[in-house]
């Protein structure tokens, strides 16, 4: 291979957040409450999202600073709660003019907005009405949402997703939010994921009708897997992990059916995903553009018996920092660590090849083209004594995940975009500003709102230089 692998000529670069992590402003403009306000109040180790970086007064502050590192695109998600604050049916203007004025900005400096509608932030009525994603209420409420975004958007924004990583919020349904009772979650999450699954296929669809040129796709968020040896039973270990982890999502996505693992698994544990008269003829009625993919580690597997004990992802309960407990599911596969590779602040495995890996595998199994919506590298960061984030770390784990890209397009992946997270720092999902991930320093912490001052890292400049050559000087 050359040394610098080739990117496409009108590759997007630029990065990624989502609307509770980084706007604040959480009562303003009729923006109405969503359970993660209440939770990230109530529940330590979320962190207080009422200021976070502040984007919603700060956001032409930050656009204008995308425009100097040359950007070309940005990721971010429209928060349900200022579209919809409640179930009147009408919609919050104000919230349409902060999103307007936000694409505005973005279209007026050269950069393609790629815009999420749901990104872990359930309005509080939603939730309250239709029981969350328990409810078929929710069903029709998504679709009016998604109508009003691609009604109100759709002539500027032509790059949709449309639920941010489901398969993690099925997988980590206590995690994330979305699971009610962790007793009946081992069945209820299939007839939750069901619901979301026609959440997502109505706004496929709204999508093609009303945005003229609109590209719609799922954003899994992927964690590739490893056997741990060479043994048969440990390759067989390692595809069901990635089965009940991701495949069957992305199966699903691509082929608009549920795949004969599922099916099997859903018929061995006597699940029944409440799949009614006429569901999946919606479901083959739509059809994706794309995958976005968030990726920022890899996983190994091992072969698991019988007769071990049922262990579900959950929390940290194993004392490390920021992680989930490796899970166990008898006789289909356990989670093992990797000695191969070395681990962030926070023991998330730094591993740009599963890069590589990911997307030779997502081009082999679905030959769709694709975007990176997450990529990136949380730390503890704190303002150097010359006003300074020399962020050296973050710029090797970018530099060679980008690298792991441009020769992933050489082998044949067609990826469009890179839009690592994040632009500025922003509330973790589980760890607030404790653990980093800006590209733009925001001069605030945990305990206490500080001035909120941008402050381009080092990896901000490397970037910008990165963009410049598209790509060839990594
Ligand atoms: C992604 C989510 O899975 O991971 C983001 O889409 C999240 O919302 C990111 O912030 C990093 O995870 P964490 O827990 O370190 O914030």
Redesign the pocket.
């Known amino acids: 291979y050359k040394e610098n692998p080739t990117f496409p000529k009108d590759f997007l670069w630029g990065a990624s957040s ?1 609307a509770w ?1 980084v706007e604040g402003a959480v009562a303003e403009d009729g923006r109405s409450t969503a359970i993660i306000d209440l939770n990230s109040k109530k529940k330590k180790p979320y962190a207080d999202n009422s200021v976070a970086a502040d984007h919603y007064h700060f956001y032409k502050e930050d656009v204008k600073l995308m425009k100097e590192a040359g950007f070309t695109s940005y990721r971010f998600s429209i928060a349900w709660s200022r579209i919809y604050p409640d179930n009147s049916g009408v919609p919050n203007q104000l919230g349409i003019d902060f999103y307007n004025n936000l694409i505005n900005e973005l279209v007026n400096n050269g950069i393609s907005p790629i815009v999420t509608l749901y ?2 932030d359930m309005p509080v009525w939603v939730d309250e009405e239709f029981n969350g994603w328990y409810g078929r209420g929710i069903i029709d409420a998504f679709d009016k949402y998604a109508r009003t975004c691609f009604e109100e958007f759709g002539d500027r924004v032509k790059y949709w997703l449309a639920i ?2 489901q398969n ?1 919020q099925i997988v980590y349904g206590n995690w994330l939010g979305v699971c009610k009772n962790s007793e009946t979650w081992f069945e209820d999450k299939w007839k939750v994921n069901h619901i979301m699954n026609l959440c997502h296929t109505k706004a496929v669809i709204a999508c093609h009708e009303l945005v003229d040129g609109g590209k719609i796709g799922p954003v899994p ?1 992927m964690v590739p897997f490893y056997p741990e040896s060479a043994s048969p039973e440990d390759q067989i270990a390692t595809m069901n992990a990635e089965e009940l982890t991701e495949k069957i999502w992305n199966d699903f996505d691509a082929n608009r059916e549920y795949n004969g693992f599922i099916k099997r698994y859903w018929k061995e544990h006597n699940i029944d995903p409440d799949i009614r008269p006429g569901d999946m003829d919606l479901v083959s009625q739509a059809k994706i553009d794309f995958f976005g993919i ?1 990726c ?1 580690r890899s996983n190994v597997a091992k072969a698991s018996s019988i007769d071990s004990k049922f262990q579900e992802i959950g929390l940290n309960k194993s004392g490390k920092k ?1 992680n989930f407990v490796y899970p166990n599911y008898p006789g289909i596969f356990e989670q093992t660590e990797n000695p191969f590779v070395d681990t962030t602040d ?1 023991d998330w495995e730094i591993d740009p090849v599963a890069m590589r890996y990911l997307l030779r595998y997502m081009d082999d199994h679905y030959h769709l083209p694709m975007v990176i919506t ?1 990529n ?1 590298y ?1 730390a503890h960061e704190k303002l150097n004594e010359d006003g300074k984030v020399h962020d050296i770390e973050r710029i090797k784990f970018l530099k060679e995940n980008i690298y792991q890209i441009g020769l992933a397009i050489e082998d044949g992946a067609k990826v469009f975009g890179y839009n690592p ?1 994040s632009f500025t720092d922003l509330l ?4 607030g500003m404790a ?1 980093r ?1 800006g590209l733009v320093y925001i001069n605030t912490t945990d305990e206490n709102v500080l001035d909120l001052k941008r402050i381009p890292k080092d990896s901000f400049n490397w970037y910008k230089e990165v963009i410049t050559s598209n790509g060839a000087k990594v």
């Open positions: 989502s992590q990104h872990y941010n990583e993690m968020g968030n920022y920021g926070w997450e990136g949380g997270w973790s999902t589980g760890n653990k991930y």
